[in-house]
């Protein structure tokens, strides 16, 4: 890995271009060496001359005084499967220009390298080897992306510990007046900036660009914020600080994440595009076979409205190893217990559910939260109503899994403690998938859910569970970046506002609208839809919050929101009263052949068919905004000579997330590639559609 | 655990006498409701009228306002027996006065609970379970030991990551102006205060009083310092603080760690005091009999001098996993090869030493120091040329044991991710005792080597060790305070400066006159001693340092440095061209059933006899300043009627450390309980006696 400094003035600029042609990267050394770049879409600017470089701690920056020492391009085109996905293969092609820059003052060297795809933009900082260079700090990251004007933005208040935020649709100058309210009351959350803003931000110009900002490949580096100046409308990295204020120690040879920039005058592009995915390294794992979409239920969303409990006891102040569970009075209101599991269990099974998730399941839940509490949970020992081996051997015999949950609190060298007991635990007794929570401040205090140090336990627990061959969804963890590509049994993540807001006052009618265009960008979401009892006063009459959204939507979503973990999160006894409905949750896939994005606009609405894995069947799905619409869509993409039958479960014509959310109409019609269809969205509402080959 | 609160004014003040009547404890509640305590000897102020009490951190203070709910006295008595140590029996007997302080406008209860034995005080806080006091988060102890004047102090700088500094011996009052040269250079040191200093502190009034001021049980709780009010002389309790800068988290029930002061007009008793470890709590550990003293060789000495080194290849920035070490370059000055180790181990075995202590033999050594590494070591790989198996074997055939070696470089993340592989590792290959080392500043940075989070990592290793059944001698990690009553499977620490600085310019020549009063008060160290060649350029020319002792002191020092772990530290060929001396070195033990101090002046001599557990042989080892003096004892403590033969190894008469250092004599002589000795010393010099029973 030594790098080869040829110090002759190669070119002081160069321009590639993406494989269709549409995009052109142009990296421009300025006079006083300064290296930017810039971003064109058929002519238009994306991104308009910006600055590169790093500031570091106690040494020079890596920001002027470049030459450029040798620029190489090349040209790259495959095609891989992925383990789970939206489509069944992904091209990764790209024209790549690498640029070594040497600063003749310091005498270190480091190296662009840009790669520029039909769907966008990726580069990186790389750090070679070097004498000069070794290990350094930095103390922050400058790398700007100028956009052409005040553009639209889809954006969330920069946080160093959460992403739970309604998104705020504005214009980027508008983002210091409204930021103040966009800043909401959270568990743990770290804001920073009156203007920064998190990733991936979704933006569009006033002439129809859209464009999508993120990161991938986010390893052993600290999550990348953006600080917007909003008079020039240059957005600039803000790295996540650790507790001492360092943005990252490197050691080299090292490489930052991509930064991505995803562009297209067709907004399905941004939702088609798999240029994240690209980014990210190829697989090591050389068994893949353990690693299985999911279809789930469990015993949470009963807690999450209060209607049960995670605890079993009402106690406060509990020492983990002090408590004798056996001798205390229980609570009667605990949901993890087995008779109910396995009431879960049953539903799974009868309905053709791959797994249970059942939390509250461990001891430590009576005081687990808020108090920074170190050894808050051991992840192997049960509440004495939930009997393990019982249930493992229940689901068994029903040919059901039973989903492990570990919430750390936040406290990550309790959980690194026991990480290998708790995986050898879930080996024992046949648990093949775990949900990580990260809920509250990361102990120790002073670190951010964010920073590098953090970041590097999420990457430790994904890499010893794949040892154990155990699938991650981690909640409050780090955005993904794409790193299922490389470690496929990271199967889901959080990082957003999911379901469970909808019983903390409800989130916005057009959330699931935008949620694909940005969170989604970095990978699946665990979002949690289904649920069809959208008042929350029906489980818990406290709770006056309710589900912004008709309950055919919460159908689409199965589809919209791309997951290849999907949970019917509604109690079964909801189930039960609309089975109808629910069959499009039984039937609708969770790994697919094909994607076409058929309708989107940001903040409006999305709709998107999938072709299940392995199968002839489809499955559409449609979310709109507060507004409500009439949704065109052509299924065209239907096999030539070939007919189906569509099941529309479309909101009833007085559908309204609010007032009416759970008039649904089910229909049947036999379409072919030659189909349209004209389908009433209400407003918060949608439609689902499952195609299926008719019989001959 | 949950407190009774009696609310009526019981006692404002209450005194209670240690078990001889020596000593008299005053609790005395003022006016304001500040709770606070005096101590006297024989009728003199040894801690005048000082305050108790603890800030914390957005609460009201816990100093002022307390009325007494309760108080409870109680005498106990009792004798156990240690694992290991300096006498056969320890006998813990005091009387306790336990006061309940209810601060009424908080509804908040405190309890302090001191213990009056005949050779000093404990004392520490209790914080009951209770509503309004769950959790807290200390912003400082307020523990005032005000003292009758401006005692002679023999003191190192306060500092949270080291105690690897010369002791200075001043005045309180010349404290603030010695400070700067105190601070001497250190691998990683954070001082905090002009007059702040560590403690065990040691002291001596003007009117002869000893006092030493430390503390006993530190567990889950940060390190406590002491800072001086010069005008006053009140030292006040300071406690490492962590990244944040917080100072403990605390959930109740809790306490602090038991604040000790120990004081008697004869200095030798100082030394013989028991205080600190009846402090702490009976060991739980139903099996002891893996927990063996050690006798000890080790490749290590010549690493330190610079003879040989702990890296396999002169790589510099090497990332762990990423080098092949089969392929790279030896750089042929590896001390830690298996041929060489047997050398070790034949020497071992020749002269009946236990174990031999390896250093660098695991990859990572080339770049391990100093950048804040994350994964630094991973404690299971040797380097090519290091044989673990072949070792095991080759030792175990001549019933040698190898001693695994852990240095962590302060990246405790690493290590404790990597503990139980490598404890396993262990076992599997016949290890039972590990030095572990957290040289440089502890990863992640902010966190200090002494604060409560770290202090939890070595409590941590020590307990997977004891599950291991490993023994730790912990190196760089915070002092002792006792610990090792209840974790008897720690048998050593550092935390001070060892024999290793008189390879780094030396240690001052009254070193070893001070640490018996200062470092040892807490517990054992690995002091490393029986170095017989001095001059450590005759091991790299380049290294002027010399080791400021006199070869017999060197062995005195197996005498007057307690330790279950005693290396003899110099190489092999050393011993052999003084093999006469070294039988000093193979004979005494390490074990011992009886301890009298038989002279005692801090600073300038210590006069220690001991004798061997279950045997009638006794060792005697005086060490004395850089003036030299003649030492004058009785053997009293010998068994009447018995008759002896001691053979003394004595500073010949023109024996100098620096200018002679080698110049020895050893004499038989035939004594009984009525023989007296004078015995002259040399400049940093001393005498080391063993004295067998007389063939009959």
Not at 307 to 312: A, D, G, V
């Amino acid at each position: 890995m030594l790098c080869c400094c040829f110090l002759w003035q190669v070119a002081a600029a160069e321009e590639i271009k993406s494989p269709n042609g549409k995009l052109t990267l142009a990296f421009v050394l300025q006079n006083d060496g300064v290296p930017t770049y810039r971003l064109t879409y058929k002519g238009r600017e994306v991104i308009k001359t910006s600055k590169l470089g790093l500031e570091l701690k106690n040494a020079a920056a890596l920001t002027s005084g470049f030459a450029v020492a040798e620029s190489k391009q090349r040209t790259f085109d495959e095609s891989w499967t992925p383990v789970w996905g939206e489509v069944k293969t992904i091209r990764n092609h790209y024209n790549e220009l690498a640029v070594t820059l040497t600063q003749a003052s310091t005498s270190r060297t480091i190296r662009v390298r840009f790669r520029v795809f039909d769907d966008g933009l990726g580069f990186r900082y790389e750090f070679p080897r070097q004498p000069k260079l070794d290990y350094f700090t930095i103390k922050e990251e400058r790398t700007q992306f100028a956009l052409a004007g005040d553009h639209k933005a889809f954006w969330l208040p920069g946080d160093y510990d959460t992403q739970e935020y309604s998104t705020v649709t504005s214009k980027l100058s508008e983002v210091r007046g409204q930021m103040k309210a966009a800043v909401t009351g959270n568990a743990s959350q770290t804001t920073f900036s009156p203007t920064g803003v998190q990733t991936p931000l979704m933006l569009k110009s006033q002439d129809g660009l859209y464009i999508n900002i993120h990161e991938a490949a986010l390893i052993d580096y600290s999550c990348m914020h953006l600080e917007l100046d909003d008079k020039n409308f240059v957005l600039e990295s803000h790295l996540t600080p650790d507790a001492v204020g360092d943005k990252g120690l490197i050691q080299t040879p090292a490489q930052s994440p991509w930064r991505t920039v995803i562009v297209s005058d067709r907004a399905g592009d941004i939702l088609e595009s798999k240029l994240v995915l690209n980014l990210n390294e190829p697989t090591k794992f050389k068994d893949t076979s353990w690693i299985k979409p999911v279809k789930y239920v469990g015993v949470w969303w009963e807690m999450i409205t209060g209607k049960s409990t995670w605890s079993y006891t009402n106690m406060d102040n509990i020492k983990l190893d002090s408590v004798d569970y056996k001798t205390v009075k229980p609570n009667g209101t605990h949901g993890a217990n087995t008779a109910h599991v396995k009431e879960y269990i049953d539903f799974a099974a009868l309905h053709g559910f791959d797994a249970v998730l059942v939390e509250g399941w461990n001891t430590g839940w009576e005081d687990w939260f808020g108090k920074h509490k170190d050894y808050v949970f051991d992840f192997v020992t049960p509440y004495p109503d939930f009997n393990v081996p019982e249930l493992q051997q229940y689901a068994a015999s029903k040919n059901v899994k039973m989903m492990m949950h570990h919430e750390t609190s936040g406290s990550v060298r309790n959980y690194e403690r026991h990480l290998d007991s708790a995986f050898q635990f879930m080996n024992k007794y046949g648990y093949n998938a775990v949900k990580t929570g990260y809920v509250g401040d990361i102990v120790p205090l002073g670190h951010h859910h964010y920073d590098q140090w953090v970041n590097n336990h999420y990457q430790y627990v994904l890499e010893k569970a794949a040892e154990h061959k155990i699938m991650v969804n981690g909640h409050e963890a780090v955005r993904p970046t794409g790193l299922a590509r490389t470690y496929p049994n990271l199967i889901g993540n959080e990082a957003a506002r999911g379901t469970e807001y909808e019983s903390f006052g409800g989130n916005n009618a057009d959330h699931t609208t935008i949620l694909p265009f940005t969170r989604l960008i970095g990978g699946p979401m665990d979002y949690t839809p289904g649920i069809f009892q959208t008042k929350v006063s029906a489980l818990n009459p406290s709770n006056t919050s309710f589900v912004h959204s008709t309950l055919a939507r919460q159908l689409a979503l199965y589809v919209t929101m791309y997951s290849p973990l999907q949970m019917a999160a509604d109690l079964p006894e909801h189930y039960n009263q609309h089975l109808d409905a629910f069959q499009f949750i039984k039937d609708v896939a969770v790994d697919w052949d094909a994607t076409r994005v058929l309708e989107a606009e940001p903040g409006d609405y999305i709709t998107i068919a999938r072709k299940a894995k392995g199968k002839s069947s489809w499955f559409i799905g449609s979310t709109c905004d507060e507004n409500g619409r009439t949704s065109n869509i052509k299924l065209d993409f239907l096999d030539p000579g070939k007919k189906y039958v569509a099941t529309i479960y479309a909101d009833a014509k007085d559908a309204h997330y609010e007032k009416n959310p759970q008039a649904y109409a089910i229909r049947k019609v036999n379409v072919t590639r030659k189909s349209k269809l004209a389908q009433y969205c209400a407003p918060g509402g949608g439609y689902a559609i499952s195609v299926t080959e008719a019989a001959r």
